[in-house]
């Protein structure tokens, strides 16, 4: 069975946008109702294997989220820019690994990006209520009018994702183009990419996708490929399939089991109702010891103590 | 003698009430510059850690200015209370009736000052207040650094920020309690609240929270002038 990801043309017009308000299942700081109705769940399949560096989704990310890099320095690596920044929501990732086994030298390149996980660690973290949005198609979203560039999405994000803008000190991501996806289009990178190693559908899609692109790998002695789609956030809408997915860490640092970190959910969980537990502890113990003991008052024998302490001239 | 908890500033005024100056002006200055930075930074803070408490940002211009400006006012805060700090540490040294009366806090809260030993400028609670908020705050100061993302982003891993932002959390939680227990105590125990207006107490008030200091301060001021007024007792 071939699968093929061609993507629709861009529609030019009846142009009907499907993904709204009415979509989210989470929002930072503040909550939703339960949506009316279940978007299909998306994802990005990004096939490792199939990658060849060219950075057309590098180029076509820019392109279509109308980001400006600013002319870098070059590093000596392939890399560029060498990390994700403000602008470049998406980096390819090159490492050099001999593979141990057959001491072929693997040419190993990972686009890195959000991973839109089904439990975001950058929405659990932000203080601003809506400024980070899941919809029930899985994308998750900043929006930038409401962000107050605290950085604690960068804390929450187990993948070392969100930048802050040294311009207007919001938070950046991939938004899995959004605002494409909303009119029934794929993300710009799954457009440009001229190999297919980038391919957009529904996530149950994408799976059976992988499923097939694995079988191949395998035949191919690539032993332990497999799907990156970690539980330990609920699974992500950005998956790879990876030549070695027993080892996800060769690939420029893939975490192997990524979950939110512990002191995350401490810091915005016990921590939080603790911390209003005690403080209303506090004050309440204060109004009932008034209540109950009444003010402190000085008496007037103390005064006359002091006068005669003090010596009354 | 050199009475280890009179400060600079304070004396006593022969008359009817007796009058003691307890806070120079340059204390009181600096107390309510701190106390109006901690104000400030537990509205802000609370209102970036809690979401029920955000729309508190309003008041200083929105989300990111409350971002903004809350690390400039630790930095305040930090300085000021380092001004406190040097005025009033010796004072706040621990001494052994300071033992006896916290194991005597019950007598404290029922109002039984009778059963308590005669305490210095700051009784064992003050002292436990002034020492908390110096550990707290340096705590929070140097949290607050490697959270404060404009300036020191590069200089901390993101794990060592989580480490950062949950002690920061935990340090001003703590530190708004202690603040409670601090203004509680200065509405409960009427005539205190002048120590830090008008800088005065009234003899009555030293003699029943403060006696040893009072006594102290009639002995020094006795010396002082060589009237050889002598103490009661």
């Known amino acids: ?313 | 003698m050199a009475a280890y908890d009179v400060e600079q500033g304070d004396a006593v005024h022969p008359g009817d009430p007796v009058v003691v100056d307890r806070y120079t002006p340059g204390a009181r200055a600096n107390h309510w510059i701190t106390a109006t930075c901690l104000v400030l930074l537990a509205i802000s803070g609370l209102a970036l850690f809690y979401p029920s408490f955000f729309f508190l940002t309003a008041l200083f211009g929105g989300g990111q200015w409350t971002r903004a400006i809350h690390p400039w006012i630790g930095v305040v805060l930090f300085f000021s209370f380092f001004g406190l700090f040097l005025r009033f540490w010796k004072a706040n040294l621990w001494r052994t009736e300071d033992g006896t009366w916290l194991a005597r806090l019950r007598y404290v809260l029922t109002n039984e000052e009778d059963k308590l030993p005669e305490v210095g400028k700051y009784n064992a609670g003050q002292k436990v207040v002034f020492w908390s908020m110096s550990i707290l705050i340096i705590i929070l100061i140097c949290t607050g650094i490697v959270i404060w993302d404009q300036y020191f982003y590069p200089l901390t891993s993101i794990e060592q920020k989580r480490w950062a932002i949950l002690l920061h959390s935990l340090a001003a939680v703590t530190i708004i309690c202690v603040w409670i227990v601090h203004v509680y105590a200065a509405i409960w125990l009427r005539g205190t609240i002048g120590a830090m207006t008008s800088g005065q107490v009234t003899g009555g008030w030293a003699w029943k929270h403060h006696r040893k200091w009072f006594k102290e301060l009639v002995t020094g001021r006795a010396s002082d002038r060589t009237t050889g007024t002598k103490p009661v007792n």
């Open chain 1, 1 to 313: 069975m071939t699968f093929e990801f061609e993507l629709p043309p861009a529609p030019t017009q009846n142009i009907k946008v499907d993904m709204g308000e009415g979509d989210l299942v989470r929002r930072s700081a503040s909550t939703v109702p339960s949506p009316a109705r279940q978007l299909t769940p998306v994802a990005k399949l990004i096939d490792v294997s199939k990658c060849i560096g060219c950075k057309a989704c590098q180029v076509a990310c820019l392109e279509w989220n109308d980001r400006t890099e600013r002319i870098g320095f070059n590093y000596g690596v392939y890399d560029n820019p060498v990390d994700l920044t403000p602008e470049s929501f998406t980096v390819m990732r090159f490492t050099e690994w001999v593979n141990p086994e057959s001491q072929n030298l693997e040419w190993l390149i990972r686009k890195d990006g959000c991973m839109h996980c089904e439990d975001p660690g950058c929405l659990k973290a932000c203080p601003a209520p809506g400024a980070i949005v899941q919809y029930s198609n899985g994308i998750v979203d900043f929006d930038h009018d409401k962000c107050i560039g605290c950085g604690y999405c960068i804390k929450g994000c187990p993948f070392d994702i969100p930048r802050i803008s040294a311009v207007d000190h919001k938070a950046y991501k991939c938004t899995l183009c959004s605002d494409r996806v909303a009119v029934g289009q794929g993300p710009a990178c799954a457009r440009a990419c001229p190999t297919h190693a980038i391919v957009f559908g529904t996530k149950e899609e994408m799976k059976q996708h992988a499923v097939e692109r694995i079988k191949d790998l395998q035949s191919r002695g690539y032993k332990n490929a497999g799907l990156y789609d970690p539980p330990g956030v609920g699974g992500t809408h950005v998956m790879y399939v990876l030549q070695h997915a027993d080892k996800p860490e060769i690939y420029a640092e893939l975490p192997k089991d990524p979950r939110i970190s512990p002191v995350v959910v401490f810091w915005k969980g016990l921590t939080k109702y603790a911390g209003m537990a005690a403080m209303g502890a506090f004050a309440a113990l204060g109004v009932l010891h008034y209540l109950v003991s009444g003010p402190n008052k000085v008496q007037p024998n103390d005064e006359e103590d002091a006068k005669r302490l003090a010596g009354d001239r």
